[in-house]
Every structure is written in C-alpha cells, then in structure tokens.
C-alpha cells in the first residue's frame, strides 16, 4: 500500500486548508486511516482517525471542533479539512494506514502499518 498525502502550503492564521491522502494498491476501505503531525523538535501526535467503516471518528482535544476527517472509498481517498488554523498547527502532516480488524480508530502512531510521505503546513501569525 502506498499514501500519498497533498495539500499542504502557507495560510494566514484563522484560514483553512484541505488534505488529501490517497491510497493506491489496495482499497482504502480495507483500512482504518488516521492523520498525525510532526513539528519542529516535538515528537508525532495523533491529529485524528476515521474507522474503516468511516463510522467512528476520533480527534485529538488541540484540534477538535477546527478539523474535519473524511473519507471517500470510491476515490480511495482520506479528507482532512482544517479550519480556523492556528500557528501552533504548524508542523508536517501525515497520513497513516491501519491493517487491523475491528472497527476501533487507533491514536498510536505505532498501530499503523503504512504511512505517507508527509506535506507541510505553516500557519503565519
């Protein structure tokens, strides 16, 4: 399985962007996703992550009711809408796949199997 994570660029604080994370050699409906992100010095959080079902979602408190995860089977794509950005967003964000059963949205980076290249978000000040 390859992710392809796109989107990323430079906003002005309280602006939004949308990520993309596509899937290609299998169906991304055979996997849970989940979005992490990096910054500078600190270590990979758990941003968000949908089920493979898409029925459950969970978010981490620092971006609740801002972000927005998605997923559209058909595209083998994962969203994530961030809106009302703020610098503190500022950091690499990857997308994640998780090969287990279950309908549980894991929020460890170590549970996931496979994981995109990141893409960069800067929110200016």
């Known amino acids: 399985v390859q992710l392809q994570a796109s989107g990323g660029g430079l906003v002005q604080a309280g602006g939004s962007l949308r990520l993309s994370c596509e899937t290609s050699g299998h169906t991304s409906s055979n996997y849970g996703m989940g979005w992490f992100r990096q910054a500078p010095g600190k270590e990979r959080e758990f941003v968000t992550g949908?089920?493979?079902?898409?029925?459950?979602?969970y978010y981490a408190d620092s971006v609740k009711g801002r972000f927005t995860i998605s997923r559209d089977d058909a595209k083998n794509t994962v969203y994530l809408q961030m809106n009302s950005l703020k610098p503190e967003d500022t950091a690499v964000y990857y997308c994640a796949a998780d090969s287990s059963l279950g309908s549980s949205v894991r929020k460890f980076a170590s549970s996931y199997d496979y994981w995109g290249q990141g893409t960069q978000v800067t929110v200016s000040s």
């Open positions: 949908i089920s493979r079902s898409g029925s459950r979602l």
